[in-house]
């Protein structure tokens, strides 16, 4: 039915926001969503809140990324910041590689992973053995360093919050910090 008012009326579209706004071409659209393959429920990572995100995904690519409505934190809503998620996955200007800058160096140099991951292990270590602290002044027991702290960022989850608390108080690190408490 091609008149509006008859349509809102047949429809019982009171405000003419469903049937009576569509037109032949829209009525044929479809949601860019609706051809995933696959929906990956996930947690926007950009703050603390962790609303409820759903990831679509098509040919094992990120077709898509919108709010999740059976979140009890956001209830299918997402900021502009979350929405804008998608963008952390295809944008031109992430970054792919790990850069390291070398100490008085002018320039940034692309490393492999496992060579940066080796690095940072290399500087636990040593930053730990210079560090340590065994006993204090009255022999009492310290078993820590202070030569190292953790600032964890709020889009950490809860498990690798654990697990992150456990791997430096084993390593005798006391200064555990996250960004959520801030
Ligand atoms: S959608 Fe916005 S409010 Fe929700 S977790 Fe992401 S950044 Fe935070």
Redesign the pocket.
């Known amino acids: 039915m091609d008149w509006p008012l008859l349509t809102q009326i047949w429809k019982r579209d009171a405000q003419a926001l469903g049937e009576t706004a569509k037109s032949p071409r829209s009525r044929e659209l479809k949601a860019r969503t609706a051809s995933a393959d696959r929906v990956v429920d996930s947690v ?1 990572p ?2 603390a ?3 409820g995100q759903h990831v679509y995904v098509r040919d094992e690519k990120i077709l898509d990324i919108e709010g999740d409505p059976n979140s009890p934190i ?1 209830r299918g809503c ?2 502009p ?2 929405s804008a998620t998608f963008q952390l996955v295809t944008g031109s200007h992430r970054e792919q590689k790990v850069l390291y800058r070398r100490p008085h160096g002018k320039e940034w140099e692309a490393l492999p992973l496992d060579r940066a991951m080796e690095m940072v292990a290399d500087r636990v270590q040593k930053v730990r053995e210079d560090t340590w602290e065994d006993r204090n002044a009255d022999d009492k027991a310290l078993h820590r360093t202070l030569g190292i702290a953790h600032l964890g960022g709020a889009t950490l989850d809860n498990e690798e919050n654990y697990l992150i608390k456990k791997l430096f108080s084993a390593l005798g690190i006391i200064q555990i910090e996250n960004q959520a408490r801030i």
């Open positions: 926007c950009y703050c809140v962790g609303c956001s997402l900021c910041k979350g």
